[in-house]
């Protein structure tokens, strides 16, 4: 089987279930920013790949599990209206991130000040998927009907991801950057 079809040569994607659509649709946005910050989880990860310490494994195991939700994501996404999904977004995957965000907060300094993205390159890049997912929200927020569950999930992998960039930047020792007053 070739990876190309050719067949989005004139600026057109198929959903699932086929359904053609622009590519500068906001749902083909919205899907393809989850991409994005899923590899941008990726890159943290490979960071991530030689690192001993303890809760640094529990941080990949957690990862990626939420590289798979990604794409339970991407496929409530790129479901048509009236269609069925097949692979399902739960709850519990929002508990689940609920669950480690308390976890490792309770472990951390106190926040006092604004923080600079930064530190450990795994940290950096676990920042930058937060700003992606961000943006990955703005877009979805824009679909109509579709699963509320998908708004819960962005946001609170959002929360997940500044407070797991923050846990692995203090388990490696990586110092990070308060905002300087001018």
């Known amino acids: 089987m070739k990876i ?3 067949s989005g040569d004139k600026g057109t994607t198929s959903l699932i279930y086929g ?3 622009s590519k500068n649709d906001t749902r083909v946005e919205a899907y393809g ?3 994005e910050a899923n590899s941008m989880i990726g890159l943290a990860l490979s960071f991530l790949v030689n690192e001993k310490a303890t809760e640094v494994e529990e941080v990949r195991s957690v990862l990626y599990q939420i590289q798979t939700n990604l794409f339970h994501v991407g496929a409530e996404l790129a479901t048509p209206r009236g269609k069925e999904v097949k692979w399902k977004l739960q709850e519990t995957d929002i ?3 609920e669950k480690f965000i308390d976890k490792w907060d309770a472990t951390l300094p106190q926040l006092r000040n604004f923080i600079l993205p930064g530190g450990h390159p795994a940290g950096a890049a676990l920042h930058t998927a937060r700003t ?3 943006r990955a929200e703005r877009c979805s927020v824009a679909i109509e009907n579709s699963n509320p569950l998908v708004l819960s999930y962005l946001n609170r992998l959002s929360d997940f991801l500044f407070v797991a960039a923050r846990f692995v930047n203090d388990k490696l020792g990586a110092v990070e950057t308060k905002l300087h007053d001018r």
């Open 4 to 6: 190309y079809t050719k």
């Open 19 to 21: 359904e053609r659509i």
């Open 33 to 35: 920013t989850c991409d």
């Open 95 to 97: 508990e689940e991130l």
């Open 132 to 134: 992606v997912i961000r």
